[in-house]
Structures are given as C-alpha cells and as structure tokens.
C-alpha cells in the first residue's frame, strides 16, 4: 500500500511559476512509476507527467517545455515544478503511483493516488 499526499498548489497570475510536491509512505525509487494527473471542473482527469522506475520521462504537449517532473529518492519525494503558467493550467493536480516501469497516460492504469492540490491561474 502506498499512500500519497500532495502539497504545493496555490494561486498564481499568468507566467507565474508553483512547485508541487508529492510525499509518499514508501520508498518508490526502485518499484514504482510515477505520475501527475490534473483534473478541471467540468472535464476529465489528464495525464500530466510521468517519471518510470529508470528516471525517464515523459510530457503532454501541453506542458513540454513548461513544466518538470524529478523524484527525490532519499527522500521518497515527486515534484512538479511549473514555470510560465497559463490559465489554462487551472486544475485539480494529483500525483500517482504504480508498480512497473512504465508511463500510461490514462488514470485507469495508476493504482495509487493522492487527494490532489489545487493550482488556480489568474490572467
């Protein structure tokens, strides 16, 4: 069982930049993919980010360029840092975890989740 707590959201204007966190309960270095999804109102749950098992990585074309997803192994630590934010952006953000070295872009194959941390965008 991993349990996952997300921190780090806010608001911001326009070109702004957060940093998320995502604390987990085990060490997820060796055994688990990561990920972090966002949700708007209204709208369906989107694959932001991923980081496998080997440190790879991987990015919607929303975000590529924008935002960086690293782990902390000593720490058993995810982060999002997003830079140059758009209102778009707002979102419901949550971090996921899976056992495997893989990245699957849709939430159904994620096994793990936080509650979520809210990013709110002004312009």
């Known amino acids: 069982q991993v349990q996952l707590v997300e921190s780090g959201g806010g608001s911001v204007q326009a070109g702004g930049s957060l940093r998320l966190s995502c604390a987990a309960s085990v060490s997820t270095g060796s055994r688990y993919s990561m990920a972090w999804f966002r949700q708007a109102p209204g709208k369906q749950r989107e694959w932001v980010s991923c980081?496998?098992?080997?440190?790879?990585?991987n990015y919607a074309d929303s975000v590529k360029g924008r935002f960086t997803i690293s782990k902390d192994k000593a720490t058993n630590t995810l982060y999002l840092q997003m830079n140059t934010l758009k209102p778009e952006d707002t979102a419901m953000y949550y971090c996921?975890?899976?056992?495997?070295?893989?990245?699957?872009?849709?939430?159904?194959?994620?096994?793990?989740w936080g509650q979520g941390t809210q990013v709110t965008v002004s312009s």
């Open positions: 996921a975890a899976d056992g495997g070295d893989y990245c699957h872009t849709s939430p159904r194959w994620w096994t793990y």
């Open positions: 980081i496998r098992i080997d440190g790879s990585t």
